[in-house]
């Protein structure tokens, strides 16, 4: 996944708008202005995103072009297969460095600095070792942007790079949260986003002065940044345009040139990783796709608009990850603060439900130890469109925050010696002392009792009658129709899946709420 952080400066209106890298060599498509629906990708014309690609290295069935999403990657050719390589850059062409060189394995990253050391010349020592030692992977990154920033001015140097730098967004384009002004933050209105634009450019300006700053920073001999803009702009880059990829356990963050120029979408068209022979990374097809499309991948499946905003400094219309709160008494209020209080903690009639109990509810089956499940098989295939829905609702669901069973009956001794008493199984599995897996990381839920076992069972058969009696597939024809309930460590949602018929929805679903009829609560 992309590099879950921040992104942009301006307001609003113009998360979406794309970034002016270079007067001429990108210009937006007129219709953005003035509609958001879908247009025909206007391909750039010129080559200086030819020249990247060759000057990277890469390999590439796609151009540059402007579409609803801004500046991103077109399909220039009708593929026919998933995993094929769309964009294949060698791994000597991008920035990697290890998240966590100091507490695991750096095989990778060690090998990639000695091979970018190859291509670029060497890099100073004491820049060197900052990229191997253990401040986080975002300063580390930064100050690395910055050096090639600084080598890539001198005429003749860095080729690649020089392209490179040329076509990313300057310090006037960029839309992360960290480049707003407080005034401008404040225009958001939504508490939980101006708090956290003063946090990040808070941060930011300290990690100027800490690291980058040429006369006070720890890498001061190195004359990285001579402005606090300029070090905001390299921090901002990084945050929005990394990618993080597990190799062999080896966490890794990585700064590829051409292949960042890839916009996400929730119903993503490819995806992105190292290539098996861990020499090249790439972006690849995850179903046929046709010349002209847009290539899209998940910068993370599971994030409402303001994490969106949040860390890449746009919103997705119509963001299927967005929750309705509903209270008691049907009111429902905003949307997608992840700030927003609520006022529903103390009557909360939803149950407390294990991460995997609630896999189940949604009827998801697999190995559910390895975090290897799949969407219940169903009879007969759902159309394209129903199966977008029905993805949606599950990755919305299953981005929540996972509720603790009560904490007194949960102890791991207590837990293993229910194991067998269980029966083993999903339940057996929850005993055992691997963590249950859940999207959103570690859940917090500790394993269940024997003595658990049942409330568990009938908390999911409650969870899902409360989902169909609260929300209504019809109401609002709006496939995203998701509810979260959310108190505290609390939360846990709700799905409709209108559209898809009854035996393909929800187990257990009721024959009341089969029908279409369920009303969200008044
Ligand atoms: C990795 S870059 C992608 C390429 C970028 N569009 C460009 O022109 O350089 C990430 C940035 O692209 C923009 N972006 C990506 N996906 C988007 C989307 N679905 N809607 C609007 N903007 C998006 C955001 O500004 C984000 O910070």
Redesign the pocket.
């Known amino acids: 996944m992309?590099k879950q952080r921040f992104?942009?400066r301006g307001r609003p209106s113009q998360?979406?708008r794309?970034?002016l890298?270079n007067a001429g060599a990108f210009a937006p498509h007129p219709s953005r202005a003035a509609s958001q629906t879908l247009a025909e990708p206007v391909l750039h014309s010129g080559d200086v995103y030819e020249q990247l690609a060759h000057a990277a290295g890469a390999t590439v069935a796609t151009a540059v072009g402007t579409t609803q999403?801004?500046?991103?990657l077109i399909v220039s050719r009708d593929i026919d297969s998933s995993r094929q390589p769309l964009v294949s850059v060698p791994v000597q062409n991008a920035l990697v460095i290890a998240d966590d060189p100091v507490g695991s394995i750096s095989i990778y990253s060690d090998r990639a600095h000695r091979r970018w050391q190859e291509v670029n010349g060497e890099l100073p020592q004491l820049l060197l070792e900052f990229l191997q030692g253990d401040a986080r992977w975002d300063i580390r990154m930064a100050a690395w942007l910055l050096y090639v920033k600084q080598m890539a001015a001198q005429p003749g140097s860095l080729p690649l790079w020089q392209a490179y730098l040329g076509l990313?967004?300057q310090e006037q384009d960029m839309?992360?949260l960290l480049n707003y002004s407080r005034a401008e933050a404040a225009e958001l209105q939504l508490p939980g986003l101006v708090a956290e634009a003063a946090v990040q450019a808070d941060w930011a300006a300290y990690l100027h002065g800490k690291y980058l700053h040429y006369k006070s920073g720890s890498l001061a001999p190195l004359r990285l940044s001579g402005s606090l803009a300029e070090s905001l702009w390299a921090i901002s880059m990084v945050r929005?345009?990394t990618f993080s990829e597990d190799m062999a356990g080896e966490c890794l963050t990585l700064m590829v040139p051409y292949a960042?120029?890839?916009?996400?979408?929730f119903d993503n068209n490819s995806t992105f990783c190292m290539a098996r022979d861990a020499k090249s990374f790439q972006l690849q097809s995850l179903r046929p796709l046709a010349a002209g499309e847009e290539l899209t991948i998940s910068?993370g499946a599971t994030k409402p608009n303001a994490e969106c905003l949040r860390d890449?400094?746009?919103v997705?219309p119509g963001n299927p990850c967005d929750r309705v709160h509903f209270t008691r008494s049907g009111e429902a209020s905003s949307s997608s603060s992840s700030s927003s209080s609520s006022t529903i903690d103390e009557e909360d009639p939803l149950p407390r439900l294990n991460p995997v109990s609630l896999l189940l509810a949604l009827s998801f089956t697999g190995d559910l130890s390895d975090g290897d499940i799949q969407p219940q098989q169903h009879a007969s295939p759902l159309t394209a469109e129903q199966q977008l829905r029905l993805a949606r609702r599950r990755s919305a669901l299953l981005s929540m925050p996972i509720a603790s069973p009560p904490a007194a009956a949960s102890g791991r001794n207590s837990s293993s010696s229910s194991s067998s008493s269980s029966g083993g199984g999903l339940f057996g599995w929850m005993d055992a002392a691997t963590q249950p897996w859940t999207p959103t990381g570690r859940p917090d839920a500790e394993p269940l009792s024997a003595k658990q076992v049942p409330q568990e069972r009938a908390a999911v058969q409650q969870l899902q009658q409360l989902l169909l009696q609260q929300l209504s597939p019809r109401s609002n024809g709006c496939d995203e129709q998701t509810a979260v309930h959310q108190g505290g460590s609390r939360c846990t949602a709700g799905c409709a899946l209108d559209g898809i018929p009854e035996q393909q929805g929800l187990e257990g679903r009721s024959s009341d709420a089969a029908d279409g009829s369920g009303a969200p609560a008044q």
């Open positions: 992309l992104a942009c998360q979406t794309p970034f890298p999403l801004g500046r991103g990313l967004p839309c992360c929005s345009r960042d120029l890839a916009n996400h979408s910068y890449y400094g746009f997705v």
